[in-house]
């Protein structure tokens, strides 16, 4: 099946560094792929979505500035917190469309990426 | 705005007993809906997905959920709960797709006990 790799899985930084969070589609391309967060113990919240060769679309309340999106293939979109504090520790997880030979599309989840801000 | 429901944050079984765990969502139009499972530090697999095609929906591990669309609920539900079905499990709600953005609920973690 539909294999969606995330790396790193768990990352420490000091606070005012930026940090980049890699989603890969390792059989698959993807032109769309989402970012989410999740706070300890509750839900996903959608950050953003990406697409291949344009422009990311943001959610309300997400800052691109400090959340910058690149999609620049299709099998490899990037997260970078830019000048990380510690309130953007947070679990991150992205998700990639395929669709599949018989035109239905499918959702693969990466496993996720922990940020923890220092 | 679209949204979902989960009711009970925390459901605690018995190992062999019935799990059910409910998720109610708002609209007038029938939406996509999903079951998810997250097991403690790791992403998102799906359970099931209802696309309109039958009302009754049987996913992995024995899980099975019901499209009711008077009651505008997809309760999630396991004849025999195992304890390795302890994790977090979230229900999701999309109006654009079966891979579209998906806005999730705020979960129900399982318990399963001896």
């Known amino acids: 099946g539909a294999v969606v790799s995330q790396h790193p899985s768990w990352v420490i930084c000091k606070s005012g560094t930026s940090v980049k969070i890699e989603c890969r589609s390792l059989d698959f391309q993807a032109t769309t792929m989402f970012w989410y967060r999740q706070f300890p113990k509750q839900s996903l919240m959608l950050m953003a979505t990406s697409n291949e060769g344009s422009k990311a679309t943001y959610e309300q309340g997400v800052e691109k500035d400090k959340f910058l999106i690149n999609h620049a293939s299709l099998t490899l979109s990037t997260l970078t917190v830019t000048s990380a504090h510690p309130e953007d520790s947070s679990f991150y997880i992205c998700s990639a469309r395929e669709v599949s030979s018989s035109g239905a599309n499918v959702l693969t989840f990466g496993a996720g990426s922990r940020l923890t801000v220092l | 705005a679209q949204s979902v429901t989960q009711l009970g944050s925390h459901v605690s079984v018995s190992e062999g007993a019935l799990v059910l765990l409910r998720c109610n969502y708002s609209s007038s139009v029938p939406p996509y809906l999903f079951w998810y499972v997250q097991y403690p530090n790791q992403g998102l697999q799906l359970l099931l997905k209802?696309?309109?095609?039958?009302?009754l929906v049987k996913g992995i591990n024995g899980f099975e959920a019901e499209f009711k669309k008077s009651e505008t609920s997809f309760h999630l539900t396991k004849p025999s709960a195992h304890m390795s079905d302890a994790a977090e499990y979230f229900c999701a709600v999309s109006y654009t797709g079966t891979a579209s953005k998906l806005t999730f609920g705020t979960g129900t973690r399982l318990q399963v006990t001896l």
């Open positions: 209802y696309t309109s095609a039958a009302t």
